[in-house]
């Protein structure tokens, strides 16, 4: 199993931002996959996640109303589309995968130990 994270960039405060994170090297159909940020120095904090089975999403209050996370099964990939961007939302943002699967998601389903893999991560650089 392997994640890919990209479209990590740097923009300025009001811009939008669109991350990917493309799996592969798996068969199993239902799966969760999480959003993650962390700033160097500072805890891992939960962004966003979405059921790939039945596309239930749930998001932190943080980001609520500025990110959105869909996904194109055919293609495994989850995207995170981030409007409305401030400096606080500078950090590496991680893509992580919940094999288990449940469904729908919700607050439970942000906890970053129920995901078993992880990628590598892609910066977003939010400038004032």
């Known amino acids: 199993l392997r994640l890919v994270e990209s479209g990590g960039d740097l923009v300025q405060a009001g811009g939008s931002l669109r991350l990917s994170c493309e799996a592969s090297g798996f068969s199993w159909p239902y799966y969760v996959i999480g959003w993650f940020r962390q700033v160097p120095g500072k805890e891992l904090s939960a962004v966003s996640c979405i059921s790939v089975s039945d596309g239930s999403t749930f998001y932190a209050d943080s980001v609520k109303g500025r990110f959105t996370i869909s996904s194109d099964k055919a293609l495994k990939t989850v995207y995170l589309e981030m409007n409305g961007l401030n400096p606080e939302d500078t950090a590496v943002y991680y893509c992580?995968?919940?094999?288990?699967?449940?469904?729908?998601?919700?607050?439970?389903?942000?906890?970053?130990?129920?995901?078993?893999?992880w990628g590598q991560g892609t910066r977003v650089i939010v400038s004032s």
């Open positions: 992580a995968m919940d094999i288990q699967g449940y469904y729908p998601v919700d607050a439970e389903s942000l906890d970053a130990e129920r995901y078993d893999s």
